[in-house]
C-alpha cells in the first residue's frame, strides 16, 4: 500500500492506535483467477490480494503433500543422518534424543522418540531445565546420556550452536543434528547437522521448524530401511498419521504456513481433528476445545500449556503427553499441564504491567527496539511478555529477568527485521554470555552490567525498527454489511485456512453497525459478547477475546447505541448440530 494512500474509511488511529489500510487488490487478477478456477469472486479477489495466480491457487486450495513434500536429501547432511539413523534401527542401538523445551521440541522429540521405538530401537529422551541448565546440550547432560549407553544422540531443535557441550559425546557417541535455529559458521563436528538454516544448505527451506526438519529425516529414514529390505514380510509406521505433532509444531513456533507448511499444517489438522493420539486428545478435552479442530486450536489452546511445563514446571511434561498411548495417563499429564498454564498465567501476569510500563517510556524515547527487564522475573514467562510487547508498541521486543546480576531473557521480531541474526552477532562479538534463536524469536543470556550495551547493538542491527509506527497496521481485505456476513460467505474464506504466519485471516470491516446489547463472558470475564445490527437491518453475533480490559473493550460495552466500525474476522461457527455466522472483532472506531 502506497504511504500517500488515504486511510481507510479515513480510520487514521483506531481505537487500538492502528491505521486501517485497504489490502491492495488487482480486481481484474482475482476476476480472472475465479473465472479460471471457477471460484466465487470473493474468493478469486482474495486469492489474488494474496499473490496468488491461476497456476499455484490451485494447489493453495488444496495444499497435497505429493505436490509440496521435498526429497528430504536436498537437506546438507540429511543422507547421511538417515543412514546412520537406519543403522541404529537395524542394530537395535540404544538412542538418546536430546529436545527443546519448548512446543517445537516437544514435538520434534516426541516424532523421533515414537518413530524409533516402533522401528525396534531403545530410546531415552532428555528436556534440560530452562532454570538450571538453560537452553541446548550441555555437557553434563550429554555425558550422563552416553554413561547410560547411547551410542547415537539425536538433539532436536537444538544443538547446532553447541559446539562445546557435544565435546563429551566425543568418543562415546556419535551425535546427528535435526535443528532449524540460525548457525554462525560451521556446524560442530558431529556425524550429521542437518539445518535449513545452516549457512551451507542449498535446499531453500528456511521456513521449516524443527518438527518438520525430523519428519523429513523420518522419511528419508524409512526410505533407506525400505531399500535395505528392513520391512520385508512387514507393515512400515504411518508417518503420516504423525503429522498432528507436526503441524502443532509448525504453527506454535510461527513458521509461515506457505509451500510445504501448509500442507504439513493442513493435513495435521485432519490427523488431530481424530483425537487418535491419546495425549492431545485429553489436552482438548480438559481446555474445553470441543469444537472444530483449526491452526488457532494449535496455537492458542495445546500450544501454550504444552510449553507451560517448560516454563515453569517439569521440562518434559509436554514431551511425556505427546507420547503417553494410556488415556488414564494422558489425562494426568493433561490437567497438571492445564494447572501448569494458569499458575503460568499468574506469573505472567505480575511481569506484564511493569513490562508495559518500561516498554511506553522506551518508545516515547524514540527507542526503535524495546529492552526491559526486572529483578526476580521468571525466564519461563519473558518469552510471552516480549509477544505481548511486540504486539502492542509493533517493535521487536526483549524482556529480561535479572537474577544475581545475569540476565536471562527472550525476544520476538516483527515482519522484516531478523533478531536471531542479531543476537548471534551479539554473542559472536562476545558482548553476550549464550544467545540464538531465528528471525523472529530469540534467547540470550547476558551480564545485567552489559544490557545497554545490548540494547543499542540490537538498535545498530535492526535499524529499521525506528522507523515503524507506534502501532501497526490494520490490513483489511474489504466491507461488507452486517447483512453480507452470511455463513455462505464464512464458508468461501474459510477455503484459505489454515491461518497464520505468512497466511493471515482476512480481515473485513462492518461498516455503521450498532450494538443491540453487549456483556462479559468466560472465565474472568476476558471476552465481550455482542449482538450486532446494521443499517440494513441484519443481525449477527460478535465476540472480542482477551477484553478484560483495555479501550476496545471499553468501545464496545460504552457505545451506548452509536455507529461503530468494527474490523474483525468472519467465521461459520457450529453449535449442536447449527451453523451460523460469528464475528471475531479485533479492532473498532466511532464511525
Excluded at 151 to 168: N, P, S
Excluded at 468 to 492: F, I, Y
Amino acid at each position: 500500500m502506497p504511504e500517500d494512500a488515504p486511510a481507510a474509511l479515513d480510520v487514521t488511529a483506531s481505537v487500538t492506535g492502528r491505521r486501517w489500510s485497504w489490502r491492495a487488490a488487482d480486481e481484474r487478477a482475482g476476476m480472472m483467477l475465479a473465472q479460471r478456477l471457477e471460484l466465487p469472486e470473493l474468493l478469486g479477489r482474495l486469492l489474488a490480494a494474496r499473490g496468488l495466480a491461476p497456476d499455484t491457487a490451485a494447489d493453495f486450495l488444496d495444499p497435497r503433500l505429493r505436490v509440496f513434500l521435498p526429497d528430504p536429501s536436498v537437506l546438507i547432511d540429511m543422507d547421511k543422518a538417515a543412514a546412520r539413523l537406519a543403522r541404529a534401527v537395524r542394530a537395535r542401538e540404544q538412542v538418546a534424543v536430546f529436545a527443546d523445551y519448548d512446543v517445537d521440541g516437544a514435538c520434534s522429540g516426541a516424532l523421533m522418540v515414537q518413530a524409533l521405538r516402533r522401528y525396534g530401537c531403545q530410546v531415552a529422551h532428555y528436556v534440560p531445565d530452562r532454570l538450571k541448565e538453560g537452553y541446548g546440550p550441555n555437557a553434563p547432560a550429554i555425558a550422563a546420556l552416553c554413561e547410560a549407553g547411547a551410542t547415537l544422540i539425536v538433539c532436536v531443535d537444538c544443538g547446532i550452536a553447541a559446539h562445546q557441550a557435544l565435546e563429551a559425546a566425543r568418543g562415546r557417541a556419535e551425535v546427528v543434528i535435526l535443528d532449524h535455529h540460525k548457525a554462525e559458521g560451521p556446524p560442530p563436528p558431529v556425524l550429521a547437522a542437518v539445518n535449513p538454516n545452516r549457512l551451507d544448505c542449498p535446499s531453500g527451506l528456511k521456513g521449516l521448524c524443527a518438527g518438520g526438519v525430523a519428519f523429513l529425516a523420518l522419511v528419508a529414514t524409512q526410505r533407506e530401511l525400505r531399500r535395505g529390505g528392513f520391512f520385508e514380510g512387514g507393515a512400515e509406521p504411518d508417518l503420516m498419521a504423525m503429522l498432528d505433532i507436526v503441524a502443532l509444531a509448525t504453527v506454535c513456533d510461527v513458521m509461515p504456513l506457505t509451500g510445504v507448511n501448509r500442507a504439513l499444517v493442513t493435513q495435521g489438522i485432519k490427523i488431530l481433528a481424530k483425537r487418535g493420539r491419546p495425549g492431545l486428545a485429553a489436552l482438548m478435552e480438559v481446555a474445553g476445545a470441543r469444537g472444530e479442530v483449526s491452526a488457532h486450536t494449535l496455537g492458542f489452546t495445546l500450544g501454550p500449556r504444552i510449553n507451560a511445563g517448560g516454563r515453569i514446571a517439569e521440562p518434559d511434561l509436554g514431551l511425556r503427553l505427546l507420547l503417553s498411548e494410556e488415556p488414564a495417563e494422558a489425562r494426568a499429564i493433561a490437567e497438571k499441564l492445564d494447572a501448569v498454564n494458569r499458575r503460568r498465567q499468574e506469573v505472567e501476569a505480575g511481569v506484564l504491567t511493569d513490562a508495559m510500563t518500561q516498554g511506553e517510556a522506551q518508545l516515547a524515547a524514540g527507542r526503535g527496539v524495546l529492552l526491559v527487564r526486572g529483578q526476580g522475573w521468571h525466564p519461563g514467562v519473558v518469552g510471552i511478555v516480549a509477544s505481548r510487547l511486540k504486539e502492542k508498541f509493533n517493535r521487536p521486543a526483549c524482556v529480561a529477568g535479572i537474577d544475581d546480576g545475569i540476565a536471562k531473557g527472550s525476544g520476538r521480531s516483527v515482519t522484516g527485521l531478523d533478531l536471531g541474526s542479531a543476537v548471534i552477532w551479539a554473542r559472536s562479538s562476545g558482548l553476550l554470555i549464550a544467545g540464538g534463536g531465528h528471525a523472529m524469536a530469540a534467547g540470550f543470556t547476558c551480564e545485567e552490567s552489559r544490557l545497554e550495551e545490548f540494547h543499542a547493538l540490537l538498535e545498530e542491527r535492526l535499524a529499521g525498527a525506528a522507523e515503524l509506527p507506534a502501532a501497526s497496521e490494520l490490513l483489511l481485505d474489504g466491507a461488507l454489511t452486517v447483512r453480507a456476513a452470511t455463513v455462505e460467505m464464512a464458508g468461501h474464506i474459510a477455503r484459505l485456512a489454515p491461518f497464520g504466519a505468512g497466511n493471515e485471516e482476512p480481515v473485513f470491516v462492518l461498516r455503521r453497525c450498532r450494538i443491540v446489547k453487549a456483556d462479559r463472558v468466560g472465565a474472568e470475564g476476558q471476552v465481550v459478547r455482542a449482538f450486532l445490527e446494521g443499517e440494513d437491518g441484519g443481525r449477527l453475533k460478535a465476540v472480542c477475546f482477551r477484553a478484560k480490559e483495555g479501550p476496545l473493550a471499553g468501545l464496545l460495552l460504552g457505545s451506548g447505541g452509536a455507529p461503530l466500525h468494527l474490523a474483525g474476522h468472519l467465521r461459520a461457527e457450529r453449535w449442536n448440530d447449527q451453523v451460523s455466522a460469528g464475528f471475531q472483532i479485533v479492532d473498532g472506531c466511532r464511525a
